[in-house]
């Protein structure tokens, strides 16, 4: 009888948790939306067109690319189709609003999530992974290529923003 009372104890606790685990991923994605913003701002204008080498994707196209893997991840959650959008231009107040507009659009996506989506498994162009994946897979992808744009800054002598977390 205690160990039936005890199970469903614990199973009424995880709407709760869920809730808060929810709750912490959008404020992760509003803290990583402040902080890549600063690091877009922190670089000149003049300087969205640099690359650190030849080949590698320019401090402006590391930004669209982080704003449109936004939509990539987070279509599947709310079912809508992939968009193809992109700023107006490759020029700093372009990209800054684009990446604004899908940091916002990232953000209301996880705040709509249900605890059933996240669970739930989707097919996706990288295998099959739940709601969860894709979120997590968005900060964690958010992350790699902000931190490569920090680099673009201190190759152009400029200090990255400082985190605040």
Known sequence: ?????AALLLFSALPAFAQDLKGDLVNHFKTSRDFTLKVAEAMPADSY???LTPPQM???EQMIHLGQAQDFFLHYLSGDKLSDAKPAS??????????????????ARAEAATIEQ???TYNTD???LTGLDLLLGDLDHTTHHRASAEMYLRAKGITPPQYAF
């Open 1 to 5: 009888m205690r160990v039936i009372a």
């Open 58 to 60: 320019s401090f402006a």
């Open 90 to 107: 490759m020029s700093k107040a372009d990209v800054m609003a684009f990446l604004k507009m899908s940091f916002d659009k990232a953000i």
């Open 49 to 51: 067109n640099f690359k």
């Open 126 to 128: 990288e295998g099959k």
């Open 118 to 120: 996240m669970h739930t």
